[in-house]
């Protein structure tokens, strides 16, 4: 018989990597993702674009970055992630400063583009598959302190507000260029592939066998994953696929168009701002929370739960003009918290549900699937408003997806992954 002690090292290396890729998504999120809601107004009124021109610019941004995860999650699995990091950092600089040279809407384009191309090396496949391959009891709660990285972006959206009042918005994007080559470069270096490449197992755990009597007995823990394929044809992954589509289409939109939608219905840019900030910041409690609730309670109840929240919020989001302003409150809770709890949800599920040794190759396509959201949500919010005048009922409409995602999550057959022992 063999016995198995396990103990946690004091400072787990997983736990750097987790604050490294907390930094990265920090600074990408903000000056990347979050902050372009900021150059929305200054590129429409410099060059007279349609705000669904500008908007496909974001979708074509998404929709590189979701064509290349499969890709990114193959190469991950048989790389590891670093240097796909830093090339992704390299990359993104130049795209941001080829953006600020703009003079036509095929340069913008295409510069977006080079940023997309740049972006996926620091994507959630990435950066996920990282965080996962160095945990497994403690999965939830290690993404959700890494994506936290992505809700504290919030902080740095008033940043960029400010750069484009001062600088004038073709400047500020040349100094979040440089930021990206500064702070991103070195952080990329911290971070590895697997554990038992260093010696140890996920979660920091060291494994001594027992032989009892004295025996010449030895004994190796592996964990069994499933394979691409098969994960690709079971009702597990589409379920999972389904929701996250629902969950991307409808908080792109929200993200990208929240400054342009208030400014739409009579609030401040000053005040719409503050809403963009409070968005992810607030998407903190719910990538915390959920993240540790996700290690003791089954997922798919709290991925369920993080729809109704969304769902709900976005109501709030539809009636904002018919009911004042206060309804923002309970939209940023509702939303940002919902919003935060789903994005620790996808990594988690995915672990749990397909094991680690070809995560990055499942959770690529993953990514892949969700993209599509991302293509069709903000282009189709900025099509409304280009339309119709106004964005009201859009709103509506991307709250009955969060139904469709929450039955989507509940109906999800769990897939039994083993731990088999060699001896």
């Known amino acids: 018989m063999i016995g198995l002690t396990c103990k946690l090292s004091k400072v787990f290396y997983g736990w750097w990597i987790v604050g490294a890729c907390f930094l990265i998504s920090l600074y990408l999120g903000g000056a990347v993702v979050l902050g372009f809601t900021a150059f929305f107004e200054p590129i429409a009124n410099e060059f007279g674009w349609s705000y669904a021109q500008i908007s496909l610019a974001a979708s074509l941004r998404g929709a590189e970055v979701g064509l290349l995860a499969p890709l990114l999650g193959l190469l991950i699995d048989r790389w590891g992630p670093r240097w796909l990091m830093f090339g992704g950092v390299i990359l993104l600089g130049l795209g941001l400063i080829f953006l600020s040279r703009t003079t036509s809407l095929g340069m913008f384009y295409g510069a977006f583009a080079l940023v ?48 484009v009042n001062i600088f004038e918005w073709r400047m500020a994007v040349v100094i979040l260029g440089l930021g990206v080559w500064v702070i ?31 025996g010449p007995l030895s004994a190796q823990i592996t964990e069994e994953g499933i394979g691409a394929k098969q994960s690709l044809r079971s009702s597990t992954f589409w379920h999972i696929a389904m929701a996250l589509l629902c969950h991307s ?37 719910g990538r915390l929370g959920f993240g540790w609730l996700g290690d003791k309670v089954d997922k798919r ?87 119709w005048g106004s964005y009201q009922g859009i709103w509506l409409a991307f709250a009955g997806l969060s139904i469709a995602a929450i039955v989507s999550v509940l109906t999800i057959r769990p897939v039994r992954i083993a731990a088999k022992t060699t001896n």
């Not at 009891?137 to 902080?155: C, E, K, N, P």
């Not at 929200?254 to 503050?274: D, E, F, K």
């Not at 809403?275 to 607030?282: G, R």
């Not at 995915?350 to 070809?358: A, I, K, T």
């Open 249 to 285: 289409l409808v908080v792109s939109a929200v993200i990208t168009h929240v400054m342009p939608y208030l400014s739409s219905v009579g609030i401040s840019r000053a005040t719409s701002s503050l809403v963009a900030t409070a968005i992810p910041l607030l998407s903190v409690g």
């Open 301 to 387: 109840w709290i991925s369920a739960i993080a729809f109704a929240m969304m769902g709900l919020g976005s109501l709030c989001f539809e009636y904002v003009s018919a009911v004042g302003v206060w309804i923002l409150v309970p939209f940023l809770v509702l939303f940002g918290v919902g919003f935060g709890g789903n994005h620790v949800m996808r990594a988690a599920m995915s672990r749990e549900y397909f094991g680690r040794s070809n995560f990055g190759t499942i959770f690529g396509f993953l990514m892949g699937v969700m993209t599509l959201g991302q293509v069709i949500g903000t282009p189709l919010a900025g099509w409304v408003f280009d339309n």
């Open 116 to 163: 997309a191309v740049g972006t996926s090396g620091l994507s959630p496949t990435v950066v996920m598959t990282a965080v996962a391959n160095w945990f497994r009891r403690r999965v939830s709660l290690a993404t959700g302190i890494m994506a936290s990285g992505w809700g504290f972006a919030g902080l740095m959206v008033p940043a960029v507000v400010s750069l």
């Open 184 to 214: 991103a470069l070195p952080l990329s270096i911290f971070v590895r592939h697997k554990p038992e490449q260093y010696g140890l197992l996920p979660d920091g755990e060291i494994i001594k066998p027992v032989v009892p009597d004295g």
